[in-house]
């Protein structure tokens, strides 16, 4: 399904469907690193507006392991995952246990360390 497709769902107000289905792209191992990046976003947005913080948060640290493992430097790419791991320690701090929320931190400080 398209990502024009599933925003329709997601701005119909049908999350359930909408993640059904970009979970299955995220897994695909044929989508390109930047359209699941995409997708990542778009699951933890959808997950924190059915009030599941906790998986809102799981899903900003699997974009940030997305970013990751794209090619690149590693500086220019952890300046752009250093966002979405303060929004996953964020959503932890809602809706997740301790233990999450200290993951979350420490990544973004491995971040903030490698952006330098």
Known sequence: MSLQEIVVM???????RAIAS???DVK????PASERLEYCKWLAECNKRLGDEDECGDWYLEAVKVILSMPGDKGTKAKEAIPLAQSAMEAYEKGGD????L????LKQYLLGLSK
């Open 10 to 16: 997601i701005h119909n107000g049908e999350y359930s």
């Open 103 to 106: 993951v979350a931190a420490r």
């Open 22 to 24: 970009m979970e299955l």
């Open 28 to 31: 695909d191992g044929t989508k």
């Open 98 to 101: 301790a233990a999450d929320v």
